[in-house]
């Protein structure tokens, strides 16, 4: 099969947890998968991974927070298919200690806010000219639950209070964007969607209750989804979430 008739995908943090999942589920769909990492030797490992198992699969060094990465990985990918028909935004940081408005450090916020939606911006920024060029292009943007600040608005305050307010507002600006790039894009049938993988164990939240073969479906759903599927939407494997 020509790489003009196979499905190419990206996905971003994708040498392990929620990210390899996803690449994975998708390679098993018959889709070429691009394993963007910024540890170059931990991505080839990943990719050679999924290559044993039979997938399509090669690495691909992409640090979201450079921009030069960005654009060289761009311009790779242009070189190497001419398109790109799928990004999934899964690159992502969560703080090590989880604090509230009041007393939350600066210097947390923006680190979280360089990576989680600077970094998702700047790649989706690049890889559009070439999701354009797809036939269907889908971009999934990894959100959170704790993005709803519906949802949130009915936590009590003592229990709010605990939760990462750096990372909960870092994903409810990805759920902006993904809205926003939804609006842009509605009539070039490109599909932008924000998911939420649910709370998954990871080596970043060993507490996690799901697996990550569980976080990746809904993205892996939404990264695949037919030309009559919704698009500016916030959603997790049971349906619409509230903005």
């Known amino acids: ?97 989880w604090r509230p408005a009041s007393d939350v450090p600066l210097e947390e916020v923006r680190a979280l806010y360089e990576t989680n939606v600077f970094g998702l911006l700047a790649v989706t920024q690049a890889m559009l000219p070439l999701l354009r060029r797809s036939s269907a292009g889908r971009i999934v943007n990894i959100s959170s639950g704790m993005a709803s600040l519906s949802r949130m608005s009915q936590v009590p305050p003592e229990i709010l209070q605990a939760f990462p307010v750096s990372l909960a507002s870092s994903k409810t600006t990805v759920n902006a964007l993904t809205l926003f790039l939804a609006k842009e894009l509605e009539h070039t049938g490109i599909k932008v969607n924000a998911v939420d993988p649910g709370p998954t164990a990871t080596a970043r939240n060993p507490r996690g209750s799901r697996t990550p073969q569980q976080a990746a479906r809904v993205a892996v759903h939404f990264a695949t989804i037919a030309d009559d599927g919704p698009t500016g939407g916030f959603f997790d494997e049971n349906g619409s979430l509230p903005w």
């Open 1 to 97: 099969m020509s790489s003009q008739s196979k499905k190419i995908a990206l996905v971003t943090g994708a040498n392990q947890g929620i990210g390899l999942e996803i690449a994975r589920q998708l390679g098993e769909q018959g889709i070429t998968v691009l394993i963007g990492a910024r540890n170059n030797a931990r991505g080839e490992e990943a990719a050679r991974g999924l290559n044993a198992d039979g997938l399509l699969a090669s690495a691909l060094y992409l640090d979201v927070t450079a921009q030069q990465s960005i654009e060289n990985a761009a311009r790779w990918l242009s070189e190497t298919y001419g398109r790109l028909d799928i990004l999934v935004n899964n690159a992502a940081i969560a703080p090590s200690t």
